[in-house]
């Protein structure tokens, strides 16, 4: 039973638009809500997090809404660029304790010029 | 990336034999963590540490052991390879529990 889904194995976008990444989760206990990027041949890198006190986050170019009564949380990339481009992972933990986190398969964002 | 070493990046070995991963810190932070990653899938939490001979199962802790004898370093071992843990591995530390992981750049194991 996959705790943490993103349901797109990839998405595509123009550069300037908007991307927008889900991640639905079904464990009500998770509180802690990241999301990481990740380019081939590196490790992850923490993008953006999020609480279960707040619905909404940003930095910069990228926002993490969450919806708790959905168990649904999407990150917002405005404007995309085509650095932007890689696989980003939603990651969920419970009580703050990001380091037993549980990760979503991953979405490969693709952003084209 | 937050001064964290994986050796080695590459390896190949045979089914049965053992095998050690390293993870290297500079950054002397307390939490460390070995996940793996397959390909499509996200990362899965393998072991951790909370301090130095302080360590605990993850996840998917079967056919793998970890050692943890100095804040720096943080070794797992695969006691007895096999095909199903081919796959690439990372390393990731943080200074609390509440803050985000910074990863290493992952050892690539293939078991033959």
């Known amino acids: 039973d996959q705790q943490v889904k993103q349901n797109s194995p990839s998405l595509s976008v123009q550069e300037g638009r908007i991307s927008i990444l889900n991640c639905d989760y079904t464990?009500?206990?998770?509180?802690?809500f990241l999301w990481y990027k990740k380019y081939p041949a590196e490790g992850p890198t923490f993008l953006i997090s999020i609480s279960s006190i707040k619905d909404k986050n940003e930095d910069g170019r990228f926002t993490v809404f969450l919806n708790k009564s959905a168990k649904h949380l999407s990150l917002h990339i405005v404007p995309s660029q085509p650095g932007d481009s890689a696989v980003y992972f939603c990651a969920a933990s419970e009580s703050t304790n990001a380091g037993k986190s549980t990760f979503g398969d991953g979405t490969t964002l693709t952003v084209k010029p | 990336d937050a001064g964290i070493t994986q050796s080695p990046r590459h390896k190949v070995t045979e089914t049965g034999t053992p095998v050690t991963l390293r993870c290297h810190q500079t950054?002397?932070?307390?939490?460390m963590y070995w996940y793996r990653q397959d390909p499509g899938h996200g990362l899965r939490l393998i072991h951790y540490?909370?301090?130095?001979?302080?360590?605990d199962k993850g996840e998917v802790s079967d056919g793998y052991s970890v050692s943890r004898s100095k804040t720096e370093d943080f070794l797992l071992t695969l006691e007895s390879a096999t095909s199903s843990q081919t796959s690439v591995y990372f390393c990731a530390i943080s200074d609390q529990t509440g803050s985000p992981l910074h990863f290493g750049n992952g050892t690539r194991l293939t078991v033959t």
């Open positions: 464990n009500s206990m998770f509180d802690y």
């Open positions: 540490s909370y301090g130095v001979k302080d360590t």
């Open positions: 950054e002397n932070h307390r939490y």
